[in-house]
């Protein structure tokens, strides 16, 4: 029988759910970017990816493509030494990201993109790094085009600004005690992370055929930044203020307005990080890469 301490243990537990779950694009973000590259990857990445996500659940990458959150349930170690992998913040203000300063040790989401990238592309590595290091890249590669994984305020990449969101969306099964007469007690982390996407209302084949049929590659056009992680961070940070991201006023309550109004620039931002996450694959793994 629950007795109050254990009430309030449960409810701890719930809060530290609510924190948790909004470290990443949510799990369709995240499987959209896997879906999209894998429908890209040209025949040897494909082999390739097949043979080293063999033994998986889910041998794709959209099944691997939230592991990275995952292990904050699955191996509380290995979140706790990976947990700075998944964003980068600009300490200085603006979006002038200096790396000795903000990425020290490669502990932030540019760094780590790199470093795994040198692993998974060593063939040398035990295969069991090199499919980690997979499963990292279509991780890493989400957060860095997710906007809030690459900001410069102080709330914890919007985690800290909180806001009531009047919606029909149901929220994930972590978060229902927060959602009160169609109001979701939510953040804007969380709005952009699982909100604008889950506003779609589709399921993840069905949203990747819609968003596969746009043209491919997405705009803007390729260019040499489809390889620099770190500038890829720049754009998330600089489209923060460019688009009005932060709701006018600092106002902390919406409606659907705000998800329909950005659900473009979100879904683009996933198309750009699948895109460049093929073309990553396919250089490292596939035949425009090195035998
Ligand atoms: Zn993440």
Redesign the pocket.
Known sequence: MANHRNLRLIAALLCLGAISTA???GRLG?GLVGELAQRHLDAKARAEVAALLAGEPDPTLAGVASW??DLRDNDPQRFKATSR???INAEGGGCGFELARDCPDDNC?VGAIEAQRAILADRSQPIEARRDALKFIV??I??AHQPM?AGSRTDSGGNGFQISLRTPIEPEAYARSKYVDGVMGTNLHSVWDYYILAGRGLGLQAYSDKLDALPWPPTPAPSTHDFMPLAWTGESCRLIDARGIYPPDDRHAMDSAYLDAMRPLAEQRVRQAAWRLAQLLNQTLGDAGTP
């Open positions: 470290a990443a694009w995240h990275a959150d992998w998944h964003y989401v991780h890493f989400g957060d994984h």
